[in-house]
Nanobody, 119 residues
Framework: QVQFVESGGGLVQAGGSLTLTCVAR?????????VAWYRQAPGKQRTFVAK??????????TYVDSVKGRFAISRDDAKNSVYLQMTNLRPEDTAIYYC?????????WGQGTQVTVSS
């Protein structure tokens, strides 16, 4: 059974930092796998946060404008893990954060981890 399990969320004050981890189980991350983080704030739709492209697309990282310079996506394929380092957090970053991985046309989602930023 394929699972993506996020962890590392929590409550933090504005200006603080958190690092989210997503571990893949039952499937192997490779350089051909695109991985991403999305978030869903209360009462809103799930939106894109950051992505690490597959090697075939240059392996570059992309971010939504609101997190550029504050968040960094990284991956360790040997550990089957994807990370989202978040710094200088703002109250508007409060959301459930989900990891996402694409294997060809098949996309997997984790169950999410809550991040709450207090002002």
């Amino acid at each position: 059974q394929v699972q993506f399990v996020e962890s590392g969320g929590g409550l933090v004050q504005a200006g603080g930092s958190l690092t989210l981890t997503c571990v893949a189980r039952g499937i192997t991350l490779t350089s051909r796998t695109a991985v991403a983080w999305y978030r869903q704030a209360p009462g809103k739709q799930r939106t894109f946060v950051a992505k690490s492209e597959s090697v075939s697309l240059g392996g570059r990282s992309t971010y939504v404008d609101s997190v550029k310079g504050r968040f960094a996506i990284s991956r360790d394929d040997a550990k089957n893990s994807v990370y989202l380092q978040m710094t200088n957090l703002r109250p508007e970053d409060t959301a459930i954060y989900y990891c996402n991985a694409a294997f060809g046309l098949t996309v997997y989602w984790g169950q999410g981890t809550q991040v709450t930023v207090s002002s």
